[in-house]
């Protein structure tokens, strides 16, 4: 492994302390009726609880959620109280950078010597996406109503163009075929249910019993719910609805929630089940790109992180992509040379869905418990984010 | 077998009330030595009156002291809340409101600055004084200082403290919660009092129990409390749930409790009472940091109704294993340390934790259910978890005991003079223990070769018998061979008071006996009971089968004319009282003192002019197939019970003795499985508390 600087030298994340709700499908599970910031402080109090870490560990908490929740003013405090630990917290959010930058700012925070043991938790549900009033003076109706998830994925107020669109353009720029879409998201699918059969989705997804309002259960997460096996055959025939993009190339909405704790090199190896395992913040960049040009964005993040740090894609053992079209794994594999086979390994968020801030979370996760499984490397992360923004992150595992 | 608890109040042993035919004391006589005789009688001062404790003894004791013409005087701060006001409606619902009146009529109340007493109060002659000012000793101590000056001869008696009363210098008496109804009190002396034995008159049930740091009920809670708080702790399994399954296991709902009382108030106790334990005997009992903050905040251990809880936790049973070894470990621990110190009689401090702190099982009873072995392995299991816990107050020897009769008959005794034995039963509701103890006892009499027994409540600690501990039916629920073979086992010992010896009465002496307790006295030969106690079967309204023969037993042993009566009681649910059921459930009712007298009587062979009604072994088929005169046939679940009931009550009529037994149990342990049971008050009690 290469020697490279680590951009937070004090700052480790703690083997297994992580953990994740399954990604159930829009609207398909207790999680469209729940207060998303409750079940993520509850839910991450039972993970850490699985994992044999006290909650009363953590000193500060980072948050990241994109769709406005009830009480979403209180944000991080309200957060840890559900926890049960009364904690002071940071609410962050940038679309589906979320992820990823709540994860650095954690790393950050701990660098700075400011705590010793900082939790992330990132959450979002998409199902019955709160509407906003907003007075809007400039607007003809002096008044906008938006729903926070539909209405914002279906336009960028900086371009006027929706995501889908932006998609279907990169993918002309980039001349993708679309047969080579097919057949990647074929391999998606192919490599989720492979790692499902595996047994490896049991490091990483915990269930959750959701109890109604008078405690009697509401259901059962278990389940990436809506995911299903498909052909090339199904995916071959389903009608394009912008140049490569189909239902089946793209990604879902999705509720859930994702966490992971960071902290001082002394504490990982006290809270960690495995402390012989190192994990460590090497690099992390955001750029953006042209108009409308969202899926190319990820692979120039990369590139300039690849640039920063002296690294190459060959020096990388997991490479893992938040990929909501599939054309953008096609994209990155053409700019950067790279063969999209070799690429995210245990599923995506292609497959398993797309409820923003966890993504990149659940991302991350997934990526250090293969490189786990591979004996350590390099670990490279990234994905698209709204505004035509690409994220990128490296961490070493030792 | 062993000591009775009646004899740790000095009021001598249940057969000597036989044989002496009359109680030991009448609250006449005590009343006389404690406030003097009528017409100089002084008065009973309680300080801190409005608080919680305050109020509630002062409800407690103002009802049983009126007809004494003993004044209360309600003494407190001048602006404090006024907490005796709010217990008038309680007291109008326990009594009426003519008597609840007097009651309220009798208390004088006065304020007072926390130093100079009220110049009146020496005008009511003050014998007692109940301090229930809050637990701060200098305050405590000026308080005692202003009153022996004014009061020389004044009988002081602390009942908010958890200091020993060698450092508080006064009596110590220690309530139960709720203060209003709670009739136990744990109180430190040397030798029993006359108050003490006043309290026991009045119908109280006081405890003696040794000077050391907090009370037997307060190291059973609050040790209960800071071991779950310690689990949260280790697990993050949030309060709500840990509360629910240490209610599906052992009984108690900690968490929700404080929040009941009073999150603000009872956080302050539990962690001062564990802190002062934890600076006498370590880490067993230091509060946790998170009890520290529930301290300090004063805040709900459930979450706020908005927050109502969301993910369900479960355990594995590695997990269990784990909650065992917090939860129990530092419990039997904490047991070793009070059996170490003699603390109490044995049966006592059992009893403490189940008629003050809701355990199904006393901590007791539940270490000898694991075994000296066991249960020194989940300690040790625990001291792996903290090990500091393990550097103090740790006797495992204490459980080498479990053997002796102390230990193996925590809920029934026996005792005999050669001729008559007397077996004294101290739970109020009839459940698997007492039914192994119960067998021992009828062991040990047989042994002794005595033919002749009472069998009777302890005048102490059981003040009725209200029937099964419905709880031991929940295994049953889901299936129905735990409830016949239950059913069959509780009945094959209730036979044993028929068949083992050549007379048995049933002695009934205190305000009820209902159900499973009412079917095991039926097979005693003689019945006999106070005149106001209430006779009962209310199996119907819960509903379930009897399964200890109440629907075939007394119809063997009555004529037929009698058939309605017992129809009427089994199918109505409505109690009678035993002045009204002579000559078909039982065969004598009079006063306390008669009927004592006619129970040894009986027993003795003496002169008693109450012919033995034998029991018809064979099938009886001619047991009516309704009766007139029931209510609320237009309730569809009260009709499905009915007619279960009346089948039962056919089928088991209509066999011979010996097979009656099998068939009876059928019906029980079957309806318990049916929708009809789930949906009563055991079905729906075992959803909420054990489906957890």
Redesign the interface.
């Given at each position: 492994m290469k020697l490279v600087e680590s951009m937070f030298p004090f700052a480790r994340i703690p083997y297994g302390t992580w953990g994740s709700s399954y990604f159930p499908g829009w609207q398909t599970s207790p999680l469209a009726e729940v207060n998303i910031g409750q079940f993520a402080g509850e839910a991450m109090a039972n993970i850490l609880g699985k994992r044999k870490v006290r909650r009363k560990e953590l000193e500060y908490l980072v948050i990241g959620s994109t769709v406005p929740w009830h009480w979403k003013f209180w944000n991080g405090p309200a957060v840890a109280s559900c926890m049960g630990q009364r904690i002071p917290g940071f609410q962050m959010e940038q679309a589906c950078a979320t992820g990823l930058s709540a994860v650095i700012v954690a790393g950050s925070e701990v660098n700075s010597k400011s705590y010793d043991v900082a939790g992330v938790l990132t959450f979002d549900r998409t199902s019955d996406s709160p509407v906003g009033v907003f007075p809007e003076r400039r607007s003809y109706r002096r008044t906008e109503v938006i729903a926070d998830v539909w209405d914002n994925f279906g336009f960028d107020p900086s371009t006027g163009s929706s995501m889908l669109s932006t998609a279907g353009m990169t993918a002309r720029k980039y001349k993708i075929d679309r047969a080579e879409v097919d057949e990647l998201t074929y391999l998606r699918y192919k490599q989720y249910f492979d790692t499902k059969k595996s047994g490896f989705l049991d490091k990483c997804l915990f269930s959750f019993d959701v109890l109604n309002v008078q405690g009697r259960l509401l259901g059962t997460i278990s389940e990436d719910v809506g995911v299903r096996e498909i052909s090339l055959q199904t995916l071959r025939e389903q009608r394009e609805l912008d140049t490569c993009i189909t239902s089946g190339t793209q990604t879902h909405a999705a509720d859930g929630m994702a966490t992971l704790l960071v902290s001082s090199i002394e504490k990982a190896k006290e809270l960690s089940t495995r402390p012989e395992i190192n994990i460590e913040f090497i690099a992390k960049v955001d750029i953006r790109t042209g108009p409308g040009l969202m899926p190319e964005a990820p692979g120039m993040a990369v590139k300039k992180l690849l640039d920063r740090t002296g690294l190459t894609l060959n020096d990388m053992a997991v490479v893992k992509n938040h990929n909501p079209f599939a054309v953008n794994d096609a994209i990155f594999a053409k700019t950067m040379n790279y063969d999209w086979a070799k690429m995210n390994n245990t599923g995506c968020s292609l497959v398993w869905g797309h409820p923003q801030a966890p993504t990149l979370t659940r991302t991350l996760i997934e990526a250090l418990e293969e490189a786990v499984d591979l004996g350590g490397g390099f670990v490279l992360i990234f994905g698209c984010a709204a505004g035509d923004v690409g994220t990128a992150g490296i961490f070493r595992v030792s | 077998m062993r000591s009775s608890t009646l004899q740790t109040l000095g009021l001598g042993s249940i057969i000597e009330i036989f044989q002496n035919g009359k109680l030991p004391v009448t609250a006449g006589e005590l009343v006389d030595q404690v406030f003097g005789k009528a017409g100089n009688r002084g008065a009973l001062v309680i300080t801190g009156a409005n608080g919680i404790v305050g109020a509630g003894k002062t409800m407690q004791l103002g009802s049983r002291l009126e007809p004494f013409d003993i004044p209360i005087i309600a003494l407190d701060f001048p602006g404090v809340p006024d907490g005796i006001a709010k217990q008038y409606p309680g007291l109008v619902k326990a009594f009426g409101k003519g008597n609840a009146n007097k009651v309220m009529g009798n208390i004088i109340k006065y304020s007072y600055d926390g130093k100079t007493l009220p110049k009146a109060l020496a005008s009511h002659n003050p014998k007692f004084l109940l301090e229930a000012i809050p637990e701060i000793l200098e305050i405590k101590k000026d308080h005692y200082k202003a009153f022996r000056e004014s009061f020389p001869d004044i009988d002081i008696w602390s009942v908010t403290s958890g200091f020993p009363s060698s450092q508080l210098g006064v009596g110590i008496a220690h309530p139960a919660f709720p203060h209003e109804v709670n009739k136990i009190w744990e109180i430190v002396e040397s030798t029993p009092s006359s108050s003490s034995k006043l309290l026991w008159a009045l119908g109280l049930i006081p405890m003696q129990v040794s000077d050391n740091w907090a009370f037997v009920l307060d190291v059973f809670f609050c040790g209960l409390t800071g071991a779950a708080a310690r689990f949260?702790?280790?697990?993050?399994?949030?309060?709500w749930k840990i509360d629910k399954y240490i209610r599906k296991y052992f009984g108690p709902n900690p968490f929700r409790a404080h929040d009941a009382i009073g999150a603000a108030g009872a956080n302050f106790l539990t962690w001062s009472c564990l802190h002062h334990l934890g600076q006498h005997y370590g880490e067993l009992f230091t509060p946790s940091?998170?009890m520290n903050?529930k301290k300090e905040s004063g805040s709900n251990w459930y979450p706020l109704d908005h927050?109502?809880?969301?993910?369900?936790?479960?355990m594995n049973e590695e997990e269990t294993a784990e909650f065992d070894a917090w939860i129990l470990g530092p419990l039997f621990q904490m047991t070793s340390l009070m059996l170490h110190e003699n603390r109490s009689h044995l049966s006592q401090m059992n009893l403490i934790g189940e008629l003050c702190a809701q355990f199904r099982k006393g901590v007791l009873a539940l270490i000898r259910h694991y075994g000296a072995d066991a249960a020194r392995k989940i300690v040790s299991d625990y001291h792996k978890l903290q090990p500091e816990a393990a550097k103090n107050a740790w006797y495992p020897k204490e459980f080498d005991k479990i053997g002796s009769p102390e230990w193996q008959q925590l809920y029934v005794n026996a005792e005999h003079d050669g001729k008559v034995g007397v077996i004294s039963i101290n739970r109020e509701s009839y459940n698997h223990d007492v039914n192994a103890e119960l067998n021992r006892a009828i062991d040990y009499l047989k042994s002794a070769g005595i033919e002749n027994v009472i069998i009777t409540g302890d005048f102490h600690i059981s003040t009725q018998m209200v029937g099964a501990d419905t709880t031991d039916f929940f295994p049953a629920i889901e299936d129905a061979n735990k409830g016949i073979e239950l059913s069959k086992a509780w009945s094959a010992t209730a036979r044993r008071l028929h068949t083992d010896f050549k007379n048995s009465v049933g002695f009934i002496n205190g305000k009820r006996c209902l159900g499973g307790f009412l079917e095991l006295m039926v097979h005693c030969h003689y019945l006999v009971a106070e005149e106001n106690a209430a006779l009962g079967m209310p199996e119907v309204t819960l509903p379930v089968i009897p399964g200890m023969e109440g629907c075939h037993w007394p119809f063997r042993k009555m004529q037929a004319g009698n058939y309605q009566n017992l129809l009427k009681l089994i199918l109505s649910g409505k109690s009678v009282k035993a002045k009204d059921a002579v000559g078909w459930l039982i065969d004598y009712a009079g006063s306390t003192e008669d009927s004592i007298k006619m129970a040894l009587k009986i027993a003795s062979g003496g002169d008693h002019g109450i012919a033995k009604r034998a029991v018809n072994e064979n099938p009886i088929s001619d047991i009516p197939n309704e009766i007139a005169g029931l209510e609320n046939n237009e309730d569809e679940i009260l009709s499905q019970a009915r007619k279960a009931l009346l089948d039962c009550i056919k089928n088991s009529c209509n066999a011979t003795l010996s097979d009656a037994i099998s068939i009876q149990a059928k019906h029980s342990g079957e309806f318990m499985t049916t929708k009809l049971c789930k949906k009563g008050v055991i079905g729906s009690t075992y959803t909420k508390t054990w489906q957890v």
């Open positions: - | 949260n702790e280790t697990t993050n399994m949030p309060y940091d998170n903050e927050f109502r809880p969301m993910v369900d936790w479960s």
